[in-house]
């Protein structure tokens, strides 16, 4: 009879690892977005932007929403230099995203523009930070808060759903996170829930669209080198600053290109670099592993890493309490 000794165990495991490693390294048939109609939201600025200069530059046609504008139209004409051909259709649309009813007019407005069938893909770019203390926050900035990280998204995946099922159409939605929807820290009590909560929507339709032919992808990126950055450090606390400056703001066209690699690797969570593997190994819970002995090895970095982060982190905050409190003061929170 053929028992199982530790030996054989160990050894078992270790091939069906690296038969499954190996597995995954093959190359398999690539998204391709050439002839796609791809919709970004937020692709005015930022991520948003550089995502639909790069699908513009792989010869998709390339719809953008956001609701300034002036930036819709200059967005466009940066995208026009990439022009693949005289088919290639290259559109933008205002509308505000933070209602279901203005997600659901964008989407037909641009589904409209393809003879009524809906994108491809949507990649879903949009959104807003206004960091700042907890105790500084009210109702409406809270809801506003969830509005700018969650609702900003989620409505759009909602009303793209709702068409690739009534279409029986074949279906791609991007969500755009942060290494805020992974962890979280001082100043962000208005963002990271919201972005915690696109990975609880994201792992939600990844699991439901397996019951239309929907794939879902969400990326983790830190700090993006965007107008939006420029924007919420003028308002972000000093503390809350210095301790996030070891995620270093990276150029918007790198993410992108990250992205669209995660999107062609068929990779559920998309973690763009070095701390986003660390935090997604970490916190992996049911999320499909990418590399399961290389996510051992990023979660083994975190198991004695984040400990030592944290209680700096920690020890950082108890240290500004003085100053925080002589800003309470000039506040006129109390005397
Ligand atoms: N910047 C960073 O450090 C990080 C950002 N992220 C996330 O990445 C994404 C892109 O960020 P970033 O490149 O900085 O973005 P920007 O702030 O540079 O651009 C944001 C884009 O979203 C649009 N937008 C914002 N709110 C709405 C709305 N209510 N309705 C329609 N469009 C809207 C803006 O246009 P308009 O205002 O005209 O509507 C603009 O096109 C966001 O989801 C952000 O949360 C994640 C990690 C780090
Ligand atoms: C070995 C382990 C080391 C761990 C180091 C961890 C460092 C974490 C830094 C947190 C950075 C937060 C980025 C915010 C991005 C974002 O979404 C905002 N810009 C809002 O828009």
């Not at 794939?215 to 830190?222: T, Y």
């Not at 020890?315 to 002589?326: I, T, Y």
Request: with cysteine; charged share 20%.
């Amino acid at each position: 009879m053929f028992e199982l000794s530790s030996y054989n165990t160990i050894a078992l495991l270790s091939i069906s690892t690296l038969l499954w490693t190996f597995w995954n390294m093959w190359p398999s048939k690539k998204w391709d977005p050439r002839g796609q109609h791809c919709y970004v939201t937020g692709g005015s600025s930022g991520l948003g932007l550089a995502v639909a200069v790069e699908l513009t530059k792989r010869g998709a046609d390339v719809s953008i929403v956001a609701r300034n504008k002036e930036r819709l139209a200059s967005a466009l004409a940066d995208m026009e230099k990439f022009r693949q051909g005289s088919n290639q259709v290259l559109k933008c649309y205002s509308y505000s995203l933070t209602d279901a009813e203005g997600s659901s007019a964008a989407l037909e407005a641009a589904s409209q523009d393809h003879g009524g069938k809906q994108p491809d893909a949507v990649f879903l770019c949009a959104g807003a930070s206004r960091p700042g203390f907890f105790v500084e926050e009210e109702g409406d900035s809270l809801r506003k808060g969830m509005d700018d990280s969650y609702f900003v998204q989620a409505y759009s995946a909602l009303a793209y759903t709702k068409r690739v099922v009534r279409d029986k159409a074949r279906g791609k939605i991007v969500f755009i996170s942060s290494l805020l929807g992974y962890m979280s820290m001082i100043g962000y009590s208005t963002y990271a829930p919201g972005k915690h909560a696109l990975r609880g929507l994201a792992e939600t339709l990844r699991s439901e669209l397996y019951l239309y032919n929907c794939s879902v992808h969400i990326m983790f990126p830190g700090n993006i080198d965007s107008p939006g950055f420029v924007e919420e450090n003028r308002v972000k606390p000093k503390i809350t600053l210095e301790l996030e400056s070891t995620s270093k703001p990276v150029s918007p066209e790198v993410l992108a290109n990250e992205l669209i690699r995660g999107v062609q690797k068929g990779d559920f969570h998309i973690a763009p670099d070095l701390l986003a593997n660390i935090f997604r190994s970490s916190t992996i819970g049911a999320t499909p592993h990418h590399n399961i002995l290389l996510d051992g090895l990023y979660a083994t970095i975190g198991w004695i890493g984040l400990p030592f982060w944290r209680r700096d982190v920690d020890s950082a905050v108890l240290k500004h309490r003085k100053d925080h409190d002589e800003y309470l003061k000039a506040k006129g929170f109390y005397t």
